[in-house]
């Protein structure tokens, strides 16, 4: 059953079974027509009766619903009755056509930085979502300490130590969400105390790029070679901090090399300076066990990042510094304004996950796949485009291949999106280096071991062109 | 069975029957021993052999520790065979007595701001969480929509619109990680296009100043009295940007009156200026339905942000702007540049919960238990203190009670701490009038209702003195 009301300009269309009880529906009608414009600013409302008669409805119901417009501003009240449509003093957006974002798939996807979502564990996840929710008291559900709950930073640190050879303990942790606001919340207590510049790997992920100049902090770019870093040349600069990846630099996949790890810290002692390690990818190692943090060698100069984007899903946006102990206040200060902490369910979803050992075996059977892909890529490379160099196999989820002589890289990724195959060129990092070989970075977190040979086939061809 | 190996500085424990292969056991041992400066920097290792022999195990276990070692740069291999401990470079951290935070509880607790975290619906929390990681595709595990998940966008517009009269849709939606955040990135726009104060209520909670000043914009506050913002006063200034809670002012508990939102909008729309609305606890209203939101009225001129912090949650952390199309595209960058998006699975989740009328149940449940209390701490307060005047009792989880004439608030609150009750002077906001008057807010979201009218009693004791 459908009425309407005269005069036409105030159309209420009530459906007096729905479970929107009438009051709210003569509301809602009332507001769309003022939003709409079908009531314009200054119209003189019906009285309360005669709407009521005309819909058929309860005087009190009209009554109550004008209330409720007076009160949010879209009517007035003059003295005596009369009740207007107040001033209107915007038009409502426009409805234009929503964006549509739409990401495109490849067959061949060898997109770097994330890993295999189909493997995330949900079940895992899920059942320590579940213990977390059964378990832990009320005041789990107040603003959670901006640092993260107590526990969660306890079962980080003890990962951290026991598998990333790392030395910290819960109160040098902070929880942070994902990488990106862990660069951020040090970079910015880096500026507070007047560091104007940080020396950075060259070359670098565009996206580090982003946040650091975001903060304002200028960059010296230092070149990586197949030993990562060049301290030597770190030393020539007079930067106070530099930003580094030991365990699998991207884009080039280098390991930090023995000599260069004492050297680096060697340089941090001398200058007082702040090491920030992104252990970027660093539990996927293959032919070995992953190499051991530099924060365990140099707790008080290195400011590590970690995170659970590579290891579990980027999704989860879980991350986690383990800082020296005179940056951790400044730190958590920092934090607090910008988001007053990370979500609590989540850090101690975290925590149940890492103290079951679920981490562990999650890594355990995604070590094995994602070596098994690394060895097919590494093969079919070998076999269908033997004069590409093939850099930094021995760890992540990346390798980088170099051209030996100067292509167009761009013209490369392009057509082979047409074959619908994804590699990413250097475009996607920033370099200053003249030298820095034309190279693609490509990723097999994704694509799927049984597709990996006939892809590469495909590439070869489009870059022999 | 416990073995040691000479020289004495080396001893190693190992425990054959661990869970921890002995291979890591070596090297964590040595590595402790590194750090504890046990194994002095360009100490000589013994061999692989005698060492292997020493603690009855296999050379290639101790080959193998060695390696990792060496790979981790905690030794150094010279030219032959000899291994020695590389040069140390900083001391591990001394074990400080880890601060402890003890946050007092007290029998009578009045702290404003939070929900009672005793109510929070686990089960339906829960069981949105179930559905999630069971029903979404792999897609979902990827880096998130740095604006939030579409899906989740879009049920938390049909929410707004529907419960707050809110009009907006997904593409206007940003989420993010609680109140905090959301101010701190429309906050970030604002600055960026040149705005270098903002408008803010006065009196104003404490934090909000905070997050504010982070970003750097000066504040031209102005005075709320019983009918919310005096717009009068914002014409006179000339500000570009303000920033209000019509629904429910913290401390005043004032409800902007239906004259003064329409002046506001006015405002806006004569100065091109942007209204932020922050729409603070707007979902407790006791002897009415709560008063829709501003946002509704002049979409393009106001950016709304709402949280699940009252409702549900301050751990959850989840956050959402409703936003003039305008700053959308704006808004999202500066949120990519700061964390990269919010965590997707809680996302998820709350649309499940918003989308199955889950908080429409909650709400409806805890609604009824703060009216109660709230009805139980008003009668109680006309009881035992009736010379204090009462304020901003239709809506929210506090209300505020000044007194008749100066007293030392800060006494008052710190008395009443000795006698387990928990109040909050006007200390905790920020005022520039000096014609406030000296108040005490009381919330009523996390006590008890059957301590109320004790506690009360008690306090009118305290204040009396």
Chains 1, 2 share one sequence.
Not at 92 to 106: G, L
Not at 317 to 346: N, Y
Not at 429 to 445: I, M, S
Request: include cysteine; charge should be neutral.
């Amino acid at each position: 059953m459908k009425r309407a009301t005269s005069p036409p300009e105030l159309l209420i269309s009530l459906t007096p079974d729905a479970d929107v009880p009438l009051r709210l529906q003569v509301e809602r009608g009332l507001r769309q027509a003022i939003r709409s414009g079908r009531l314009p600013a200054g119209a003189l409302l019906p009285s309360t009766r005669v709407l009521a008669t005309d819909l058929g409805i309860s005087r009190g119901v009209v009554l109550s619903a004008y209330d409720q417009l007076l009160a949010e501003g879209y009517l007035v009240a003059e003295r005596g009755s009369a009740t207007r449509v107040a001033e209107r003093c915007a038009e409502c957006a426009a409805d234009s056509v929503p964006e549509v974002r739409t990401t495109a798939t490849y067959q061949y996807d060898f997109r770097p930085g994330v890993p295999d979502m189909s493997l995330f564990p949900r079940n895992a996840w899920l059942n320590a979502m579940r213990r977390t929710l059964s378990v832990e008291p009320a005041g789990i559900f107040d603003y959670p300490d901006v640092r993260g709950i107590e526990a969660a930073r306890a079962s980080v640190a003890a990962y951290l130590n026991r598998a990333r050879a790392a030395e910290t303990r819960s109160d040098r942790i902070v929880l942070c969400n994902g990488f990106a606001q862990g660069i951020r919340l040090v970079s910015h207590v880096l500026r507070e105390r007047g560091i104007k510049a940080i020396a950075v790997e060259d070359p670098i992920d565009a996206d580090q790029d982003t946040y650091l100049n975001a903060e304002g902090l200028q960059q010296i770019r230092v070149p990586v070679d197949e030993d990562g870093l060049r301290v030597d040349l770190l030393s020539r600069t007079d930067a106070r901090a530099v930003m580094v990846t030991p365990a699998h630099q991207y884009p080039t996949g280098a390991v930090l090399s023995p000599s260069r790890r004492t050297a680096l810290l060697e340089w941090a002692v001398q200058r007082r300076a702040i090491i920030i390690e992104d252990d970027y990818d660093a539990e996927y190692r293959y032919d070995r066990e992953p190499i051991g943090s530099l924060q365990g060698r140099a707790p008080d100069y290195v400011a590590y990042i970690g995170t659970a984007s590579k290891m579990l899903s980027p999704a989860l946006r879980l991350g986690w510094l383990a800082l020296p102990a005179q940056l951790v206040d400044e730190v958590a200060r920092v934090k607090f304004t910008a988001d007053r902490g990370s979500p609590a369910l989540d850090q101690l979803a975290l925590a149940d996950f890492l103290d079951r050992g679920e981490l562990d075996k999650h890594l355990r059977k995604t070590r094995q796949i994602y070596r098994s892909r690394r060895d097919e890529l590494v093969t079919a490379l070998r076999e269908h485009a033997p004069e590409l160099r093939v850099r930094g196999v021995a760890a992540g989820l990346h390798l980088l291949v170099e051209f030996p002589h100067v292509v167009d890289e761009q013209r490369i990724v392009e057509a082979a999106a047409k074959h619908s195959i994804r590699v990413v060129a250097s475009r996607s990092f920033r370099t200053e280096r003249k030298d820095q070989p034309k190279a693609l970075v490509l990723g097999y977190g994704r694509i799927d071991e049984s597709k990996i040979e006939e892809g590469i086939h495909r590439l070869s061809r489009i870059i022999s062109v």
